[in-house]
């Protein structure tokens, strides 16, 4: 696994151990890169997705002069207008969907990753009710024996591309993002990263302390 001490890409400062994923909704442009990276990469079916881009304040501007700014706009209390926001499983410290599920399909792992153990999963949705990021799917809700018993069948989601970290490599989305929308690294490196680019944070005190955890302090 890397050490997380090379430079991969722009977006991908470090990888493996200690690594997180966060956007930069302000470099977000919404050309939907990272999804087709992710269902090329994964072999995801066109119905589903493990990343999107959720558009936020569609058509509306922003408060004078934070157009561009939408991280500086919600630091301020005025409106960031429309923003792209690329929405994935972030492996929060304070995971609430590991600490919802009732069976432990959900954990989190000591290098940082959450993962779904399918095993155990029984479809019961209560991990997509706590994400505040709509990260868990259900792609067989529908069908089968999901539909006959009423289940959501195994949850799905973002994997953050462990297997690629586990050799060296950043995820897909984050390195094949165009305008590195997609910050791969520790959050001391994050943050770095979003001071260097006079970016925001766009997410508030309480999604940050579910992401990052204690680390939520390094946006400050």
Not at 100 to 120: A, Y
Not at 130 to 137: E, K, N
Not at 184 to 203: A, C, H, K, Y
């Amino acid at each position: 696994m890397s050490t997380g001490n090379e430079v991969m890409h722009d977006g991908v400062m470090s990888t493996g151990e200690d690594a997180r994923i966060f956007p930069d909704v302000e470099a977000c442009i919404d050309c939907g890169g990272c999804v087709v990276s992710c269902k090329r990469t994964w072999d995801v079916p066109r119905d589903e997705q493990r990343i999107s881009i959720a558009t936020m304040l569609e058509g509306q501007e922003a408060a004078s002069g934070l157009n561009a700014s939408s991280g500086q706009a919600i630091g301020q209390g005025e409106s960031p207008g429309e923003t792209a926001v690329p929405m994935q499983c972030y492996h929060c410290e304070n995971a609430p969907c590991v600490s919802v599920c009732p069976t432990d399909s959900l954990i989190s792992k000591e290098n940082g990753f959450v993962r779904v153990r399918d095993d155990l999963c029984i479809g019961c949705q209560y991990c997509l009710s706590a994400c505040p990021f709509g990260a868990p799917q259900f792609p067989d809700e529908d069908s089968g024996v999901a539909n006959l018993v009423g289940s959501g069948g195994n949850m799905d989601k973002c994997t953050m591309c462990e297997e690629r970290q586990d050799v060296g490599k950043g995820p897909a989305c984050a390195e094949e993002c165009a305008t590195d929308a997609i910050l791969v690294g520790t959050p001391e490196q994050i943050s770095d990263e979003l001071d260097n680019r006079d970016s925001g944070t766009f997410f508030n005190d309480v999604a940050m302390d579910i992401i990052f955890g204690e680390d939520a302090s390094e946006f400050q």
